[in-house]
């Protein structure tokens, strides 16, 4: 996701749709633009409002970049299965020790 999709998502207060609410088109130079709101519960955002929601846009942009490396450390459920399954048997804590450490290496903001 870009940036501008980050703030309109803050500006919303929800992920809309993007591809029937709010339609965004790039002018080519890499700046991208809305070119159609069809969002009925706020009326489209001028480029100040959307321009003040910068700081909440980066903090959504890095949880996202956050949760996504997370999603690929937690490992396959089925490795997850296993880690619980010898923690049961064996009294130890490696499953809940591996999900500390996947979310002390990517913290959220």
């Not at 980050?6 to 749709?17: A, H, M, N, W």
């Amino acid at each position: 996701m870009s940036n501008i999709e980050f703030k309109i998502i803050s500006y919303l207060g929800r992920t809309p749709d993007f591809l029937d609410e709010v339609k965004l088109r790039d002018k080519g130079d890499g700046k991208i633009f809305i070119e159609e709101w069809n969002a009925k519960d706020k009326t489209k955002p001028t480029d100040s409002q959307l321009n003040a929601l910068e700081t909440e846009a980066t903090k959504l942009l890095n949880n996202e970049k956050a949760d996504s490396k997370r999603r690929k450390e937690y490992l396959p459920f089925e490795d997850q299965l296993e880690m619980i399954y010898k923690d049961q048997k064996n009294g130890t804590t490696i499953y809940k020790d591996h999900c500390d450490k996947v979310r002390s290496d990517n913290p959220k903001e």
